[in-house]
């Protein structure tokens, strides 16, 4: 994937180069809890594709600095285009972006911006429209979303076709966080773009848009990809309510779901004109200890609760057998540098016990907050783990919170909770978010001073080996010494009809296939 020229390293987005790089961030097959795997035929063009997702609200808008949520994500997928794009298989391409290299400390990133393409309105796309589009949520004054992740560019300037990226510090991920769902590339004039447009540069144009209620969209004539946007429409549909959601699946009402509920999937698999899909990648369900405050300041304690969770029982009862068992560090199989020979913890009440005997105590008594705002089934997990934990004298109190202001009273403000995790595509996105010394949602309060030197080394190095020993190490660090119990990665379960075909392998880095499916599938 990575080539040096002139001193400088080139990132090679060819066919041929993506093919070789497939493994950069995991593959997620498409496969139900059992191994059964879905082919399909050949794309062709036609029809309407009816979406139904469990997201959306009537303050939702067209600014792209204020999108939240699958709904938002998916509708600006089809309608925009991004710098670049996070493909099915976990690798990189280029989208606006034609191609990028790097300089050799990774602080200078130059991004050659595709020519002939064109926004729906008939305007050209060039790099002055990338500027201004990056800036909007730049600034003392942005409120976006994606502030955090574009704080760290110090200049931007346009070179002809390119523009010449240079950030405070090297970042060898850079492309990677260009395809956040937030950044997408708008139209500009006199050096903004307006955030209220409908216009963009996807494979679909909009028809119409009713916030927190549907989405209707037809093919885009001039789109650049000829292999994509099959459809020659879409419908994108909030259904909120799960039972609501299948039922409209069920009755040919919509095409295709997100968030099956896992207590009935067995219901719409019983459907001969029904297909489940899940993807396992960066989603992860976990229990955040501050580890500020005892007991959770010894480390012998947190090793303790590591071992007495049973984590095979969390994903068979509590996510019916979709996902996979986490390893207590948030690092997934799908991510590029998942440490696959880490030894894996497992529960186990003599050495619950014995790490209890590490930190003098014959037994432990703690509070565990959950809510099923934290994650469907949060509570019933709380209480497996209270359960199992018990033979290791560990008495665990579940505490049932209310859903109601659960992430503004309980996460973060109570010392041992219940906590959803979204993940994010690479690693150090995702340790920089939440593991970081000082981050803002590191909701264990983690300080490790080994820990962030690795972090900041790890990012403005470009050779690929040297990253994977820290990323692998890092992983080690977090696991046997962090301050968060990580027993499950969450699979994304969705459903759709058997006319809607799709490629072999979809992306596990979202649901519905890295919200891109508008773009992606195709009727069989």
Not at 294 to 310: E, F, G, I, Q, S
Not at 336 to 365: M, T, V
Not at 500 to 520: I, M, Q, T, Y
């Amino acid at each position: 994937m990575r080539n040096t020229k002139n001193g400088r390293h080139v990132l090679d987005i060819s066919r041929r180069g993506l093919l070789q790089g497939a493994s950069a961030l995991g593959a997620a097959a498409l496969v139900g809890p059992l191994g059964t795997s879905y082919a399909s035929a050949a794309p062709k063009k036609g029809g309407t594709l009816r979406v139904g997702i469990g997201h959306g609200n009537t303050s939702d808008s067209y600014d792209p600095a204020t999108w939240t949520d699958l709904f938002a994500q998916t509708f600006s997928a089809a309608r925009c285009g991004y710098l670049t794009e996070i493909t099915a298989d976990g690798s990189l391409a280029g989208e606006v972006a034609e191609s990028w290299e790097a300089s050799d400390d990774a602080k200078v990133w130059t991004l050659k911006i595709r020519s002939g393409l064109e926004f729906h309105s008939g305007k050209t796309v060039t790099p002055d429209d990338v500027v201004a589009s990056l800036n909007h949520h730049r600034g003392e004054d942005s409120k976006s979303a994606a502030k955090p992740i574009v704080e760290a560019i110090k200049d931007m300037k346009i070179d002809g076709s390119n523009v010449v990226v240079t950030l405070e510090a090297g970042n060898a991920d850079f492309p990677f966080v260009l395809s956040d769902y937030h950044l997408a590339i708008l139209p500009s004039a006199d050096g903004k773009i307006d955030a209220n447009t409908s216009d963009g540069c996807g494979g679909y144009v909009v028809d119409s848009y009713e916030p927190g209620v549907r989405a209707t969209m037809k093919r885009n004539p001039n789109f650049w990809k000829e292999d994509r946007a099959h459809f020659d429409g879409a419908e994108l549909l909030t259904i909120a309510d799960s039972a609501a959601r299948q039922n409209a699946l069920v009755t040919g009402e919509v095409d295709v779901i997100d968030r099956v509920e896992l207590n009935t999937v067995h219901l719409l698999k019983r459907s001969k004109d029904i297909k489940i899909l899940a993807t396992t990648g960066t989603q992860h369900f976990t229990f955040a200890m501050d580890t500020r405050a005892a007991p959770y300041d010894d480390n012998n304690v947190r090793l303790a609760l590591k071992y007495a969770v049973d984590r095979e029982e969390l994903v068979e009862k509590i996510l019916s057998g979709y996902g996979e068992v986490g390893n207590d560090h948030p690092i997934g199989t799908s991510n590029r540098y998942h440490a696959s020979g880490l030894e894996q913890h497992a529960y186990d009440a003599d050495k619950a016990k014995y790490y209890l005997k590490q930190a003098g105590l014959d037994s432990l008594d703690v509070s565990l907050s959950a809510a099923d705002a934290a994650f469907a089934g949060a509570v019933d997990a709380a209480v497996l783990y209270s359960e199992k934990a018990a033979a290791a004298g560990i008495n665990i109190k579940v505490v049932r919170e209310p859903n109601d202001g659960y992430w503004s009273n309980i996460w973060m403000k109570k010392p041992f909770c219940a906590v959803y995790w979204g993940g994010r595509p690479t690693e150090d996105w995702m340790f920089t978010t939440a593991y970081a010394s000082g981050a803002p949602w590191n909701d264990s309060f983690w300080e490790h001073e080994k820990f962030n030197k690795l972090l900041l080394e790890a990012r403005s190095e470009l050779d690929d080996a040297k990253r994977r020993v820290m990323y692998e190490e890092m992983q080690a660090i977090v696991s046997s010494e962090g301050g968060v119990v990580i027993p499950m990665f969450a699979s994304y379960v969705m459903a759709h009809s058997t006319k809607v075909a799709h490629p072999e392998k979809v992306g596990a880095n979202w649901s519905l296939d890295g919200f891109r499916c508008v773009e992606r599938w195709w009727f069989a």
